[in-house]
């Protein structure tokens, strides 16, 4: 059975940032890709990032030039740099393998003003 588990989120101020972690086991992690999904309240789930498991990037136009996404399949980790936070980034973060349908417990992420 996979299981993810991020760790990472807090309170931050305002261009303040943050890195986010996901810990995979129960999978092979370096054989899937593994994205970033956050849900803000009273919004649904929106993609953040992914990465291929080659290393390859994509993010969401919204975050772009400020998160980073990447990964270390020796540690069975991803991970999550955002930088210059906005409070429209206050979400709960969860990591997510789209092939395995699995998904973490999720991360609070409160950026203030």
């Known amino acids: 059975q996979v299981q993810l588990v991020e760790s990472g989120g807090g309170l931050v101020q305002a261009g303040g940032s943050l890195r986010l972690s996901c810990m995979v086991s129960?999978?092979?992690?370096?054989?899937?890709?593994q994205d970033w999904y956050r849900q803000a309240p009273g919004k649904e789930r929106e993609l953040v990032a992914a990465?291929?498991?080659?290393?390859?990037?994509t993010y969401a136009a919204s975050v772009k030039d400020r998160f980073t996404i990447s990964r270390d399949n020796d540690h069975n980790t991803g991970y999550l740099d955002m930088n210059n936070l906005k409070p429209e980034d206050t979400a709960i973060y969860y990591c997510?393998?789209?092939?395995?349908?699995?998904w973490g417990q999720g991360t609070q992420v409160t950026v203030s003003s």
């Open positions: 129960g999978a092979i992690f370096g054989t899937y890709t």
């Open positions: 997510h393998i789209p092939v395995r349908s699995a």
């Open positions: 990465i291929t498991p080659t290393g390859t990037p």
